[in-house]
Structures are given as C-alpha cells and as structure tokens.
C-alpha cells in the first residue's frame, strides 16, 4: 500500500501569514521549527518554563519565551513539542483550557493523540505534521535549502482546511521539499514505536552489545570488538541510507556479502520473528503506553536504572577511551 505524498506545488505557505505559531517546548525540535518558521518570516511565540536550560537557550536564539497558557492563549496553531509523557497532564492544566474554537493543535507524534492524552475540545481540530528526522537534521537541512520527509495525518475535528494548514506547516519547514506522506495518526505512532523498539533503538543497542561481549568473552581485544561492532556500524548505515539494502551489498567486500546471506537468517530466526510479532501486538493493544505511563508516573525508575548501568557498562568505557584516542569527542 503506497502513500499519497504532496510536495512545494500542493502546499500554500500564505495559509500562514496572518497566523501566530505556538512552538510549545524548545528542545531539538522546538528549536528546529521555531528557527525555521521565523526565517520564513512567520510569527512565532515560544512557550517554555522559566529557569530552564531550554528556556536560556530559546533567549539565546533571540525568542522571549512565555507561559505555555500564555503562548497558547496568543496562537492560532499551538505545537505541541514537549516530552510525550508530559502531554496529558500539561494539556489538562495550561494548553486545552485555553484553546478557543478556530485553534489547531498540532503534535509532531501520533503519541498522545493516538493513545487519548490529548483530546481536542470540539471546533479545534488536531492534526499530526512529523519529521522524520531528528531536530537537528530539520534545522540544517532547511539551511542547506533541502529538507526531510515529513508525515501528515489527521486527528479529531480535522477537515480539509487543517490538512491545508498542515501541509503549508510542514512546507515552512522544509518538508515540500522532499516529500510529506499522508498516513493516519494509528499507523505513524505504531510503526514508530515499533522501528524504536525492534530496530532503531532496541534492536541495534542489543545486538551490538550481545557481539561485543561476544567477542570479548572469547578473549580478543576489547578495541577489536568494538571496532567490529559498533564503530564500524556506522559505514554500513551510511551505504543503506545512500541508496539501500541492494546498494550496501554492492558496496561491501564478497566475504561480507556472503556471510550476510548465510549467517544472518541465524541471527533473525523464526523466534526473533514472533518476539516482532509480540512486541508489534504490546503497542498495539496500547500495553506499551501503560507501561510507559506506569513509568512517568512512579518517577522513572527503570529508565534511571538503566541509563546508570549503561553509562558504566563495558562497552560504552571501551568507546568512550576509543573516540578520545580518535578524537571524536
């Protein structure tokens, strides 16, 4: 099933002109899109709390942030930027009280529109406009004059005037350029936590863990394991991102080729096949999403665990004396 994708024609950057735009939240996307529209010369207003290092930076960049209330109260279109976790409660308190029929609001995850944390009040309609790129590669895309794929989808009490508004948001910042896909907001929030979970994040940080102290274990050298195995990750995602799987191959020494075809299906086997499947079912019967809640709300404490434990984990001081001795970091 192919996607409807739109480009700079199917877009009109004038829907924006007389429109103020909250960017509430002013992390590396925040930044990115507040940067970006006001070189558009659209009007941005910057919601972030006081006596943040964020806020300091916002100033830095020449913003004078205010309330989330307050930039929501000021704004046509209110972008909802700030940690998914943080949706429900900061919609409930500061943002959906002062949204006014005519509003948008506007999230770059499916996340909590998906999962009910944010539910517009009626004659506000919701609509999701996603980089797929992290904050920094939208910034400086744009700057190059290029761009990064974006997804559009709408949300509760979207028609063809808050798509239109959607899609001229997501050409401001670049997207039209390259590519805006049109999906739903189920689809990009479950095929993104699923990429998260199984590959991007998930899957790669544990398998190259697992070869690591695989190599170790059988007593090479801990700068060889690394080399192999995660240092050099890095030249066979740039060959995939260039021009994919096929291109990578062509790419890569014969031997390399060869023990792709033959040892990787050993790797990914039928049983990592149905873990997939269940990981795939956990998002989608929103189990995740309790769990994630569950975890936001006792105070994080799986994640400060584990954060902890990795950053004095073998593998992560080997790289760490390794990139200095490289001089990259």
């Not at 739109?6 to 509430?24: G, M, P, Q, S, V």
């Not at 240092?231 to 191959?249: F, P, R, S």
Request: hydrophobic share 40%; aromatic share 6%; charged share 20%.
């Amino acid at each position: 099933m192919s996607s409807i994708v739109y480009f700079d024609a199917d877009a009109d950057l004038e829907l924006l002109r007389d429109k103020t735009i909250a960017i509430l939240g002013y992390g590396a996307q925040g930044r990115a899109h507040a940067l970006n529209l006001r070189d558009g010369g659209f009007r941005v207003v910057v919601g972030q709390r006081p006596g943040s290092r964020r806020h300091d930076a916002a100033v830095t960049d020449g913003f004078a942030p205010i309330s989330l209330a307050e930039a929501t109260r000021q704004s046509d279109i209110v972008n909802l930027l700030l940690p998914d976790e943080l949706h429900g409660s900061l919609f409930q308190s500061e943002i959906g009280p002062n949204l006014s029929t005519g509003k948008i609001i506007m999230t770059c995850h499916g996340y909590s529109l998906h999962y009910g944390h944010v539910v517009p009040p009626d004659g506000v309609a919701a609509i999701l406009v996603a980089p797929k790129g992290a904050g920094h590669r939208v910034r400086s895309a744009f700057v190059e004059g290029t761009g990064v794929p974006f997804l559009i989808a709408l949300g509760k009490n979207s028609d063809s005037h808050s798509k239109a508004i959607g899609l001229a948001y997501a050409k401001a910042l670049g997207g039209t350029r390259v590519g805006v896909y049109e999906t739903t907001v189920a689809a990009e929030t479950e095929t993104d936590l699923f990429g998260e979970q199984a590959v991007l994040c998930g899957g790669v940080s544990h398998l190259v863990k697992a070869a690591f102290e695989t190599l170790v274990a059988a007593g090479y050298q801990e700068e060889l394991a690394y080399f192999e195995c995660v240092h050099e990750l890095k030249l066979v995602v740039d060959l995939i991102y260039q021009g994919g799987l096929a291109y990578m191959h062509d790419h890569i020494s014969n031997t390399a080729e060869f023990g792709d075809y033959t040892r990787g299906p050993r790797i990914v086997d039928e049983n990592v096949r149905t873990r997939l499947r269940e990981i795939l079912d956990e998002i989608r019967s929103n189990k995740f999403a309790g769990e994630m809640q569950a975890e936001f709300v006792a105070g994080q404490p799986i994640l400060n665990a584990h954060r902890a434990a990795e950053r004095e984990s073998h593998i992560e001081q080997v790289g760490r004396r390794l990139r200095r001795q490289m001089n990259l970091s």
